[in-house]
């Protein structure tokens, strides 16, 4: 038997952009290198209201840039992202609480499901207009009225509170257990600085295995 | 011939520990990839003040994240950087007007010397914890460089004018690009304070501002036709996808060969 799976923590939320393009690369990578991907549902609000910081997307030359960012990131990292229509109603407004419920509550119940839907939850946000997005969130909105116990409101608060405790002041963290250290990186780019930290192979955004696994 | 080199800008200040890790890994690729790095001495300060943004430091939790990220890249991208004793004082305090203003006389006079110089008041600040405000500090900087063996100065045509040569001044090493002399550092040291200069510098860090800047480094990519402004140390991979060129990870191989 070879060395045990290094622990991934990924702290994330499907309001966050970089959040989807950080969960893509530890998916694709989590068939190569030696590494138990843990999916961790929290909200980017909570950590934002606990830190003092505020959404980058506040600051008008930041937004622009975001914008753009995310426009070359989408070919770089082949992920069909792109900016909802109405960009501040869909971030600042709508949010994402009844979304990260639902995703903390499969986690709960049907956690081999999480992947596949917080992937399709990002779908509806960040790659389709946001009237879509809108209906999506009050559809989960119904089925949240259905499991919205206190467990699952909790463990939403308990995750988003870890994820401060590691230092985070936004999403997405990636929090690395490496020859018993604790590592929390920041962001979609720090992939790279994971897999020298993991002693693993960086093949970029998009490595060639995952092709293997279609 | 080949096809014309990428013209990258890289806007940076030495009083930002990104800036200087981006411009490592842009001088390493300088020589690999088809581009023609130009730099771009600025001010942080300026560029945070025009963007309405404030320094990340500021937010406890983000200077707790800057002190861990730069202690791992240092590793990863095998730069002797560390964080200076006092940082609010560096950072805040202090700044780096002079410094930048001295690099941008530099980029005026001397070019030839901006990528030497930038690395060594990098070296003061962010890695040996020592002050880039005072004068001293500037004049400091040539005992770092050998001086050349041919001096601009060097006008001597016989034996008996050769012997006249102060001994500091016969070279050890002989290098094409020479280092900065005592003398030379005086003169711009001179210059800092002149309008020209002053100006220079504002009018660098309006254009990083221009193409959007909200801090620093920003690499500016001209390809194709089209202009891509790159914020941060993070955004290489990216920028070698845009280049068509291959991203081989902040310490490329080639490196070595060159040294």
Redesign the interface.
């Known amino acids: 038997m070879g060395p045990l799976p290094r622990t991934l923590e990924l702290f994330y939320d499907v309001l966050s952009p970089y959040s989807w393009l950080g969960f893509e690369v530890l998916c694709r990578y989590q068939n190569i290198w030696n590494i138990k991907l843990q999916l961790r549902p929290s909200l980017i609000a909570g950590i934002m209201k606990d ?3 505020k959404p980058p997307a506040l ?4 937004a ?2 975001l914008s ?2 995310i426009k ?2 989408r ?2 990292f082949q992920i069909p992202i792109q900016f909802p229509k109405d960009f501040f109603s869909v971030i600042l407004e709508k949010g994402s609480l009844s979304a990260m419920r639902f995703l903390t509550a499969l986690s709960l119940e049907h956690p081999e499901m999480l992947e596949k839907v917080s992937r399709e939850l990002w779908m509806r946000v960040w790659s389709r207009a946001a009237e879509k997005a809108g209906m999506t969130i009050e559809q989960a909105q119904g089925i949240l009225e259905k499991i919205s116990t206190p467990k699952v409101r909790n463990q939403l608060k308990e995750t988003t509170e870890a994820a401060c405790r590691y ?3 936004g999403l997405p963290i990636t929090v690395a257990h490496v020859d018993g250290q604790t ?2 990186l ?2 979609s ?2 992939m ?2 994971l897999a ?2 993991l002693g693993e192979k ?1 093949m ?1 955004p998009v490595p060639p295995a995952m092709n293997a696994r279609l």
Request: net charge neutral; aromatic share 16%.
């Open positions: 830190s003092g910081n600051l008008p030359r930041k622009q840039y753009q960012d070359l990131l070919q770089h230092g985070a002041f590592h929390m920041f962001g780019d720090r790279e600085l020298y930290l960086w970029g």
